[in-house]
């Protein structure tokens, strides 16, 4: 099994390239944006040194087919996925925040109200919540968007008086936010999940509001297993959950958390292909749909720098 840990690329029209964690985005003509999904994995703010076969293949399917679904909500970046770990699309002018939404006390934000927190930016919280439980209805949470280091929890008055974004965008980024995960929980729904909590990244371009990167994906977002959900919940027990939680749960085993002085676990093959699993398990509870793996090449990466230089020559990019 192969898996794609590093992209060169050199696309016609090519004008910028960025390596971030997990996708490598080139820039076209500075118009246009080739996100490759490659198959690193991370946690804990950390590359782990060995890939995922098929784990982009999954990321970027699911993203595509939820921009598809959401459509009709608000306009996306997306043009064309020319690869099955490749989708292209509209450059835009990105705002500095993430905007996230959540259903559900947990994760953090759990951690947060444990220790006595009833304000998550700017949000009151109920008092005598316990882990787990459902809010009264979704809150909006939103985080800055660090280019190093954390992402900052923020309220909605200091992103606009700090100038990240004004308040006509906001109420219009605040409003897409809140219908498309009412609509990302529809679908979950319909595939017995329940859709947690998750984040959107929102930008500009001409003068219009775009939703950018990708929505909806284990990476991004939260799920729970609905069977279920009410009764261990009643019990206090821990959630069944679709997300890549497990694989930060396998390195805190190993005992590696990124403090100093921890040492990354080895990744052997066996257990890499293991995660290769569980990604095509969560596409398909997700999707509802059979995973399709893509034929095993030697090359990946030649395969899709011939699949996006091949899709580019049929645009007229003036």
């Not at 403090?259 to 699993?277: D, F, H, K, R």
Request: aromatic share 10%; hydrophobic share 35%; charged share 25%.
């Amino acid at each position: 099994m192969k898996a794609l840990t590093r992209t060169d690329f050199h696309l016609p029209g090519q004008t910028a390239v960025y390596h971030g964690k997990v996708r490598d985005v080139y820039t076209v003509d500075d118009d246009l944006l080739v996100m490759v999904a490659t198959d690193r994995i991370s946690a804990f703010d950390v590359i782990l040194p060995t890939g995922i076969p098929y784990k982009g293949q999954v990321l970027n399917q699911i993203a595509a087919q939820f921009l598809d679904l959401t459509g009709d909500i608000c306009p996306n970046w997306k043009l064309a996925t020319p690869d099955p770990m490749v989708t292209v699309g509209l450059r835009c002018e990105g705002f500095r925040v993430e905007m996230i939404i959540r259903s559900i006390l947990t994760g953090s934000a759990w951690r947060a109200y444990k220790d006595g927190c009833r304000e998550l930016c700017g949000v009151p919280l109920p008092d005598g919540m316990v882990e787990n439980q459902r809010f009264p209805e979704p809150i909006i949470t939103p985080t800055t968007k660090a280019d190093e280091g954390h992402d900052m929890n923020i309220s909605r008055e200091e992103i606009i008086s700090q100038g990240l974004v004004d308040a006509d965008d906001y109420a219009i980024i605040e409003d897409y936010t809140r219908r498309l995960f009412a609509r990302g929980q529809e679908i979950a729904a319909r595939h017995g999940l329940i859709l947690v909590d998750t984040k959107y990244e929102f930008g500009k371009r001409d003068g219009k509001v775009y939703l950018i990167d990708e929505i909806h994906t284990p990476d991004s977002s939260r799920y729970f297993y609905a069977d279920g959900y009410e009764e261990k919940l009643a019990k206090g027990e821990p959630q069944r959950q679709l997300s890549k939680e497990f694989v930060r749960q396998w390195l805190i085993s190993q005992g590696f958390m990124n403090e100093p002085g921890q040492q990354l676990p080895t990744i052997t093959e066996s257990y890499a292909e293991s995660v290769s699993t569980r990604y095509i398990e969560l596409y398909e509870h997700i999707t509802g749909e059979r995973f399709v793996p893509t034929a095993e090449e030697d090359d990946l990466a030649a395969r899709i720098e011939r699949n996006v230089t091949q899709y580019l020559s049929t645009l007229n990019r003036g």
